[in-house]
């Protein structure tokens, strides 16, 4: 197996504050960490960056344990964000050291940490997408239900909460309801930005939340 103590004895221990970012959705990365010591959320944020809280926590990884190790295995992106619960140690190992130190297990080894790492990514994928897609779904369900028709046959939303009032009922963070907003907006769902929203395609919002 990877023993950690061996490929990474030459490697520098760092440390990250709670509320750090040390893994990206999506975002490619030529190392990969192992978490010394305290507490790691895996999910969804909302915004890229640091400083953010998990707005869909899937995991909580705790030292000593390598960090999101399945994308590296694959030779992929992470597959979720990674934000620090609390004051935390790592180390950095580069990817392609990791992949060396991979390629010396024995092949059948090699192929079961394989086999294990597709059935964990795909589990992964699959929960993070219909993550994401529950809150454009609850978003548009919700903006559906509100919807008053002009006599002209138009349809809006007047927004008589705040945004964060409202998220809170959709329960999402604010920044992921501003997210969805401006998807929705982009695939012409809907318009406008101010406390009026016109619901410029009923029919795809309907599609969306999945409402016959």
Do not use: Y
């Not at 790691?40 to 030292?63: D, K, N, P, R």
């Not at 992949?99 to 940490?113: E, F, G, Y």
């Not at 992921?176 to 929705?184: C, D, F, K, M, P």
């Not at 406390?195 to 016959?212: F, H, Q, S």
């Amino acid at each position: 197996m990877l023993e950690h103590s061996t490929i990474l004895a030459h490697r520098p221990e760092q440390t990250a504050a709670a509320g750090t970012v040390l893994l990206q959705r999506a975002h490619a990365s030529n190392s990969v960490l192992f978490l010394e010591s305290g507490r790691v959320a895996l999910g969804i944020v909302g915004t890229a960056g640091a400083s953010h809280t998990v707005e869909h926590q899937l995991s909580v990884v705790e030292g000593p344990s390598w960090l999101e190790a399945t994308a590296a295995v694959l030779n992929l992106s992470s597959a979720v964000d990674a934000v620090a619960l609390t004051d935390v140690q790592f180390r950095r190992l580069p990817l392609d050291e990791f992949r060396a130190a991979l390629d010396k297990c024995a092949s059948d080894l090699r192929s079961m940490l394989l086999d294990i790492a597709r059935a964990n990514r795909q589990q992964t994928e699959m929960t993070v997408n219909r993550l994401a897609k529950d809150a454009e779904a609850r978003c548009a369900e919700w903006l559906l239900s509100h919807a008053e028709t002009s006599k002209l046959g138009d349809c809006s939303v007047r927004l008589q909460t705040t945004k964060r009032d409202l998220a809170v009922q959709l329960g999402i963070v604010p920044e992921t309801l501003s997210r969805v907003l401006r998807q929705l907006r982009e695939r012409s769902l809907i318009a406008g930005t101010g406390k009026t929203v016109n619901l410029i395609n009923p029919a795809g919002l309907r599609k969306l939340a999945d409402i016959p």
